[in-house]
């Protein structure tokens, strides 16, 4: 029996994410895929995909040329800094996962 937990319960990947369901062309691109192709670190069959959406999907196609023109904006400006205090939280965020799965707590 499965118990349900909300999503931030664990930080192990979910093995039965998606299961049975591959990508359909009319599925749209979620924002961290679009993030993914316009920085070059989508790969192989996964950019396969996006790319033919692409062709096919002007809503997409305008996310990612939103998302490119974003990119090239924040990359051209030097000027820019961060307050201390953002910086000092970001660096808090842990850089590995951790698989929490075996810990029992109860909540109250």
Do not use: K
């Not at 499965?2 to 979910?14: E, H, I, Q, V, Y």
């Not at 192989?44 to 904006?73: F, I, K, M, N, T």
């Not at 800094?81 to 075996?102: K, M, W």
């Amino acid at each position: 029996m499965r118990r349900w937990a909300p999503a931030g319960a664990t930080f192990a990947p979910n093995p039965d994410y998606r299961t049975g369901r591959a990508f359909a062309s009319t599925d749209h691109l979620a924002a961290d895929a679009v993030v993914a192709y316009v920085d070059g670190v989508l790969r192989g069959a996964a950019r396969g995909r996006a790319e033919q959406h692409l062709q096919l999907c002007p809503q997409c196609a305008a996310d990612v040329a939103a998302q490119a023109d974003a990119r090239s904006l924040l990359r051209g400006c030097h000027d820019v800094s961060a307050p201390s205090s953002l910086i000092g939280e970001l660096s808090q965020i842990p850089t590995r996962e951790f698989d929490v799965r075996g810990l029992h707590r109860r909540s109250r």
